[in-house]
């Protein structure tokens, strides 16, 4: 055992011939070539290519970027803002041209007819058919009872017309609140 | 795909120059330039960075509507910086979907593939060198397309990742390593 030591310290101790610098450089040299020979093989491979959308995408991009959409929400509601006002002001104008509103329909005259008409008309039409700042300020006199016509259940009211001391009729359908009829008024 | 590594903040506001609109054109023209050069290369890093077509053409589309409102005016060298913003922007893309699990897609086209049991042709070989790209680290895998198919300098894929050259250096000569031992590996087998 001893022995193998002894020849294992003397084979190391013995001096080795050197490699020649230009070794180092070779491995180097063939490592690179061999790098460049894999990258070239590697650029030969066919890739994945972006699709024909991505062009005008960017180009989008670059146009929201350089325009903001919030100058053209902007513009859109100033101009919306401009034509509410002029309508208004056209409203207006021709109001006041008209000069004040009088009631011409009258105090409403019969039982749940068009004033001046014999012809029955819905009491919706009948209100519709009035402005509010005209109506005459009926007061509730006397409810009536329901009554059917056909598929509708009418309710009748008695009102007296303050200014004209006329009684006046209406028929609401039943579904409308009483309440609603008189605030309406 | 693994977890993002670190990334430089491009989103993070930038100090501009007053704004000046023919600066900001300017900047958008060189952006225009930058992406027309490097459409292909662009495509190919967000690809590999969340592995889905239309996550990586939504990432490039959402990186440069970024950069057209002045992001990295002041940058050293705009075009590291765009594909540093690229690359942002589809790790954003692969962190928002991350509970989808889809298989990535990989870099490359799909090519016909070789017929079985033949010697090895010019397919095959496409064929497991594609295999052994897309099945590098990711880092190993970002460095190789940066430099192989983007066409950058160490130096400049250094200032989009954000690392030390030294660092993507290394990177780059063990992805080679890494890919020619598998091919010698598969050739032998």
């Known amino acids: 055992m001893n022995d193998l030591h002894d020849i294992d310290r003397r084979l190391r101790a013995l001096p080795l011939r050197e490699p020649a610098p230009e070794l180092d450089a070779a491995v180097h040299a063939q490592r690179e070539a061999s790098d460049a020979l894999l990258a070239r093989r590697l650029r030969t491979l066919p890739l994945a290519a972006p699709s024909a959308g991505l062009d005008r995408r960017i180009h989008a991009a670059r146009r929201r970027a350089e325009h903001p959409a919030w100058r053209g929400h902007l513009l859109a509601a100033a101009g919306l803002l401009a034509a509410l006002g002029l309508t208004w002001l056209g409203v207006a104008l021709r109001q006041a041209e008209a000069g004040p509103q009088t009631d011409t329909a009258g105090p409403v005259a019969g039982t749940g007819t068009h004033p001046g008409g014999a012809r029955p008309v819905p009491w919706v039409h009948m209100v519709g058919q009035r402005r509010i700042d005209q109506a005459p300020q009926l007061q509730p006199h006397a409810e009536g009872l329901l009554e059917r016509r056909g598929e509708l259940r009418l309710r009748t009211i008695d009102m007296i017309d303050p200014r004209t001391g006329d009684r006046v009729r209406i028929e609401i359908p039943e579904y409308l609140e009483r309440q609603r009829v008189l605030d309406t008024f | ?189």
Do not use: W
Request: net charge negative; glycine share 4%.
């Open chain 2, 1 to 189: 795909m693994a977890s993002p590594p670190t990334l430089p903040d491009t989103s993070a506001p930038q100090i501009h120059a007053p704004d000046d609109p023919d600066a900001a054109l300017e900047h958008n023209d060189r952006l225009e330039a930058i992406y027309a050069a490097n459409r292909q290369g662009l495509y190919s890093l967000a690809l590999t960075v969340c592995g889905d077509p239309e996550r990586a053409e939504d990432a490039i589309q959402e990186a440069f509507a970024r950069l057209f409102t002045g992001r990295g005016r002041n940058a050293r060298d705009l075009t590291a910086y765009a594909f540093a913003a690229v690359r942002n922007a589809a790790y954003d893309q692969l962190r928002r979907r991350r509970h989808e699990r889809n298989e990535p897609v990989s870099v490359f086209a799909t090519t016909a593939v070789a017929p079985a049991g033949g010697l090895m042709d010019d397919t095959d070989d496409h064929a497991l060198l594609k295999r052994a790209v897309d099945e590098l680290p990711d880092a190993e895998r970002e460095v190789v397309v940066l430099h192989i198919y983007a066409g950058l300098g160490f130096t400049r894929i250094a200032d989009s990742l954000d690392a030390p050259v030294s660092t993507v250096h290394s990177r780059y000569r063990r992805a080679l390593e890494r890919l020619r031992a598998q091919m010698a590996e598969v050739m032998l087998t």
